[in-house]
């Protein structure tokens, strides 16, 4: 067996992600909507797919796949997620850069109600 201690070392690896890794997925209110930053490390651009469902009391679902396979460490990479939104979608873009993919959420009428709150 090669000695791979011999000829790699580590030293101080580190990286910061805005989510856990077993969470893999992060979410912002931007712009009156909503972006999702999603894990898609070692999955293709061109090996995705996003689509949007119909479901249950009015909510749709953001339906995320992916897999690709790598002749190297013949293995597959797979990055598969649903996420239910429980408001009426007006649009949904998504991008792939750097292994994370952005989806852009628009939604038909503001995120937040507009409700006036009064403190007495």
């Not at 953001?62 to 239910?84: L, N, Y």
């Not at 991008?95 to 109600?113: A, H, L, R, T, Y």
């Amino acid at each position: 067996m090669f000695p791979f201690g011999d000829l790699l070392g580590f030293s101080g690896y580190t990286f910061h992600r805005p989510f856990y890794e077993r969470q893999g997925y992060s979410v912002v209110e931007k712009d009156h909507g909503l972006v999702i930053l999603f894990n898609a490390l070692g999955v293709c651009k061109e090996d995705i797919q996003l689509d949007v469902k119909s479901a249950s009391n009015n909510r749709q679902i953001i339906s995320v796949r992916g897999k690709t396979h790598d002749e190297d460490f013949a293995d597959d990479f797979e990055a598969k997620i649903d996420f239910i939104v429980a408001k009426q979608m007006k649009s949904v873009e998504w991008d792939v850069q750097n292994g994370f993919m952005k989806i852009f959420i628009s939604f038909e009428e503001d995120i937040k109600p507009s409700v006036q709150i009064v403190r007495r």
